[in-house]
């Protein structure tokens, strides 16, 4: 159980991060990011276990909208 000090799992449901940063929770027994800590919907993204500070920048690119290139105003 969550022993090596990694984290293992990122939470990557868009409306569980959209306005704060992630806490530390378990998932699995092993040490997970979520912004929403308490709740239902997770859908977790194995990290494979990396440092927390490498979890956190994981979790920010799957977190973070795509944004969609716009097209070029008419001329």
């Known amino acids: 159980m969550a022993s090596d000090g990694l984290i293992h799992f990122v939470c990557t449901t868009r409306d569980h991060g ?3 940063d992630p806490g530390l929770t378990q998932h ?12 239902e919907g997770h859908e977790w ?7 927390v500070r490498d979890a956190v920048a994981q979790w920010r690119e799957l ?8 097209p070029a105003p008419a001329a």
């Open 18 to 20: 959209s306005t704060r």
């Open 28 to 39: 699995e027994g092993e040490w997970a990011l979520c912004a929403q800590l308490l709740g």
């Open 45 to 51: 993204y194995d990290t494979g276990g990396v440092q």
């Open 63 to 70: 977190i973070e909208p795509v944004e969609e290139p716009q």
